[in-house]
């Protein structure tokens, strides 16, 4: 079955720190990934996406992931976090991509910013 | 920059009331999508839509569900007879082509 995994529930970082949030997917061909961020009480924000081309792929408010195929991963990285950063981070994949296909979400990455 | 919208932010209702939450999605967008975010649970997919009927549409979407566009702007989702269960965050999604953007959500209480 096609399934999204964040290994990681819940990751505190200190403000600055460099930070990477893992993401693994289940689908025999490269689905079309994506990284959404919730802060608490808002929608969900489209911080990235990879459909083909460079595996490195950059974001808004200066995140960047990097899908490798050989370890069907999409992680998200950051090199310094601010204080802003903390939310709710969800790995995402359209399976079989057409335009009204479904996205399967991840349970999310909750990330807290030390001081 | 365009958004999707929904309203109302809030809405608590008692157990076997008909609700209707409403979305504005973006204007140019052709594919309409529901999913739902049951607290401290990961988001799910509900229902997708274009050229006026479903697309595609999960097990969670039973008949006690519905969606429409009744006129050229807003998309709603329609639960029949709400259910304890059913209390969950709802979020609307609309797309252009291969993009979906989320609108703020619909915190739905059923007492």
């Known amino acids: 079955a096609q399934s999204v995994t964040q290994p990681d529930i819940h990751i505190t970082v200190s403000e600055g720190a460099s930070l990477e949030l893992r993401c693994n997917y289940s689908y025999g061909a490269t689905p079309y990934l994506f990284w959404y961020v919730q802060s608490p009480g808002q929608g969900l924000q489209l911080l990235l996406k990879?459909?083909?081309?460079?595996?490195l792929v950059q974001g808004i408010k200066g995140f960047e992931a990097e899908f490798k195929r050989s370890q069907s991963s999409f992680n998200l990285r950051k090199p310094s976090v601010h204080w802003s950063d903390a939310a709710e981070y969800f790995c995402?994949?359209?399976?079989?991509?057409?335009?009204?296909?479904?996205?399967?979400f991840g349970s999310g990455t909750r990330l807290s910013i030390r001081p | 920059e365009p958004e999707v919208t929904q309203t109302p932010s809030h809405q608590v209702t008692q157990m076997g009331q008909e609700v209707i939450l409403r979305c504005v999605p973006i204007?140019?967008?052709?594919?309409f999508y529901w999913y739902r975010q049951i607290l401290g649970q990961k988001v799910e997919f509900l229902v997708s839509?274009?050229?006026?009927?479903?697309?595609?549409k999960s097990e969670i979407f039973d008949d006690q569900f519905s969606v429409e566009r009744p006129d050229g702007s807003n998309f709603t989702l329609k639960i029949r007879s709400t259910k304890l269960e059913d209390s969950a965050m709802y979020f609307c999604?609309?797309?252009?082509?291969?993009?979906?953007?989320f609108g703020p959500g619909t915190r739905l209480t059923v007492l």
């Open positions: 999604a609309s797309s252009a082509v291969d993009t979906q953007y």
């Open positions: 995402a994949v359209v399976p079989g991509y057409s335009s009204a296909s479904k996205i399967i």
């Open positions: 990879y459909f083909s081309g460079d595996t």
């Open positions: 204007s140019n967008h052709l594919y």
């Open positions: 839509f274009y050229n006026n009927e479903i697309s595609e």
